[in-house]
């Protein structure tokens, strides 16, 4: 065997490796490959990337519109530091403070910060941009709200306002429009068009993600806070001769203040107010007032007045006067008044009796009653005073004035050191009233007076812990036979004037109160509406004293009457030989003194 035959038959089974020319030509097949793949390889990887940049470009376009929809649509400054959806993104009609160059389609220049401000119709804009006059604002992860997820972004939102319409056009904001100030805040649509526009900063396309949508307003229905007062002081209501309603009230206080979108306060003082059923009305001083903007408006005063030309013979009233007013509605404060300066209505003196409700001239009057006009009147004797404390409560010294009502609403900020509070205050006083004066009871079968009432409202801390208080007092007297004598002190521990039978207590020979007072009640412990729970106070007194007279004057129309034997209502059937005496069913005499309400409600 030869020495090659050997090695082949030693070798055999074993790798004996590649020659240097089979590594060359693999090397080069692979190299063909690679330069074959990779340009697919690198389109792959780019078009990851711009689907991961575009997928969350939109995410963010999305996160932004959802942002505008959970923001209030309109705030008015006054109404506090609340962010609303025009703050932010259609702020003024400020110009932007850099210049604006765009690029070109697939390579658009990215927005700066600097390009934020308000574009008229007529301005220069990008091609991505809509139409029509808009405000331009740019966020990025750096500017508020900042937010780290927008880093190599930057969020472009235009803003326009759009009609009701239909379709919508777009709506130029008014000169001088800003959201940031009172009185200029006022959006000029109801509706917003939003188109927003994410461009990636770190890929080298340019090329932004928009998406739009529109935002109207939604009133908030909630209330962050609201307080109010209702006063009046005496009403006092009849039928004229030809069956027309008439009334005539005195010391008239309306006051309400409200923080929800905006923050608003508002008071209406009338001295004395007078209508009758055709729509005829007249009144003594008066003011109304409302803020904003906050607004002090002067005290006023009026002479004496009527309802017509009649005179005293249907309704008058003496010298009337209104406080000064100061409503405030700024720094989310409503307010009206404070306890140092109440807000006050009154009829001040006692010309032309103060206050006279009579059944107008012609009116025939039932003989058996002997009145002496006027119907009602205020007693020419003590005054009362219009003050009230600190405490919310009637002052206690004498006065010139004949009926009076006052009041305020505060409201203190959350911040404040103090316990935040929500409070409102009303109080109402009377001279005495002459009910039905006759031949033998000059100054009235009843006397009235209501010496105070009072009630107040509060939601105070961060509890929201609520209160109300009241307190009342009048004094009811009646003829008798030896002269006048109180018939019952009203206040919170007294019972009902109704548990009082009038034809019970005795005026003279032959006669009863139950001839002139048909029914009569004043004011329990259980008809007082009360509510007190966390955040919500609220306090109604009806009327402290009420009373309801018999008919007064005799029928034009036997048809429309009621008989009267006695003096009291005839039965039926009327017994024979028995003198009946028709009446006007509608000229019964109603007098109500001291309905008062208030109410408190805090949420903020």
């Known amino acids: 065997m030869s020495r090659r035959a050997d090695r082949r038959t030693a070798g055999s089974g074993t790798d ?27 389109v792959g990887i780019r078009g990851n990337d711009l689907a991961r940049a575009s997928t969350q470009a939109k995410g963010l376009a999305q996160a932004e519109l959802e942002r505008m929809r959970n923001l209030p649509f309109h705030v008015a400054p006054e109404a506090g530091d609340y962010i609303d959806v025009l ?72 803003t ?11 709506v130029v904001p008014r000169t001088g429009y800003s959201s940031q100030l009172t009185g200029r805040a006022t959006p000029p649509a109801s509706q917003v068009a939003v188109t927003v526009t994410v461009f990636p900063t770190r890929s080298t396309s340019h090329s932004p993600v928009t998406s739009s949508t529109q935002i109207g307003r939604q009133d908030v229905v909630q209330a962050r806070m609201s307080s109010s ?5 005496v009403e006092i209501g009849t039928g004229t001769v030809d069956q027309l309603p008439l009334t005539l009230s005195a010391g008239l206080v309306d006051l309400t ?63 009337t006067a209104h406080s000064a007013v100061s409503v405030s509605a700024s720094d989310a404060r409503p307010r009206v008044g404070s306890p140092a300066t109440p ?5 001040t003196d006692s010309s032309r009796d103060a206050l006279v409700l009579s059944g107008g001239a012609g009116a025939e009057y039932r003989p058996s009653l002997a009145l002496a006009l006027p119907l009602v009147r205020v007693d020419n004797g003590a005054g009362v005073s ?73 939601v105070s801390g961060g509890a929201h812990t609520a209160s109300s208080g009241y ?48 029914s009569w009640s004043s004011l329990t412990t259980a008809r007082v509406s009360r509510v007190a729970v966390p955040g919500t106070a609220t306090l109604d007194l009806p009327g402290v004293v009420s009373i309801l007279t018999q008919p007064v004057r005799s029928p034009t129309d036997a048809s429309e009457s009621v008989a009267f034997t006695d003096g009291q209502p005839a039965p039926t059937p009327v017994p024979p030989e028995t003198t009946v005496e028709l009446a006007d069913p509608t000229s019964a005499v109603s007098l109500t003194l001291g309905s008062l309400t208030c109410s408190a409600e805090d949420a903020r």
């Open 160 to 170: 326009r306002f759009l009609t009701n319409t239909t379709p919508p056009t777009v």
């Open 257 to 319: 203040a409200s923080l929800t979108g905006s923050s608003e306060a508002r008071a209406v003082l009338t001295s004395a107010l007078t209508g009758l059923g055709t729509g005829q009305q007249a009144s003594g001083a008066t003011t109304s007032v409302q803020a904003p903007p906050d607004t002090a408006s002067p005290a006023g005063s009026q002479g004496a007045g009527q309802l017509d030309s009649s005179g005293c013979a249907l309704v008058c009233w003496g010298s």
């Open 386 to 458: 219009p003050g009230l404390s600190a405490s919310c409560t009637a002052s206690s010294d004498g006065g010139s004035h004949r009926a009076t009502a006052g009041g305020w609403l505060r409201t203190t900020s959350p911040t404040d050191p103090t316990p935040t509070l929500v409070e409102a205050c009303g109080t109402a006083r009377t001279a005495v009233m002459s009910v039905l004066p006759t031949g033998f009871a000059p100054d009235g079968v009843l006397r009235v007076r209501l010496e105070r009432a009072s009630v107040r409202c509060a």
């Open 343 to 347: 807000v006050t209505a009154s009829v």
């Open 87 to 158: 703050d932010r993104y259609y702020r003024d009609l400020t110009p932007p403070t850099g210049p604006v160059s765009c690029g070109q389609s697939e390579r658009w220049a990215v927005p700066t910060t600097s390009w934020t401000g308000y574009v008229p119709a007529t301005a220069p804009r990008c091609g991505w941009e809509p139409t029509g006059p808009l405000y331009r604002h740019v966020r990025t992860a750096a500017t508020g709200p900042s937010n780290p997820d927008l880093t190599g972004y930057v969020i472009v939102t235009d």
């Open 471 to 518: 307190d009342y007092r009048a004094v009811v007297e009646r003829w008798s036979p030896s002269g006048y004598v109180v018939v019952a002190t009203v206040t919170p521990g007294s019972t009902d004037l109704a548990d009082l039978d009038p034809r019970t207590l005795p005026l003279g020979p032959g006669r009863d109160l139950g001839d002139y007072v048909a």
């Open 229 to 233: 007062v209702e006063v009046t002081a």
């Open 16 to 42: 004996g490796g590649f020659t240097l020319v089979e590594v060359i030509v693999a090397l080069g097949l692979l190299g063909v490959l690679v330069i074959a793949v990779l340009p697919q390889l690198v």
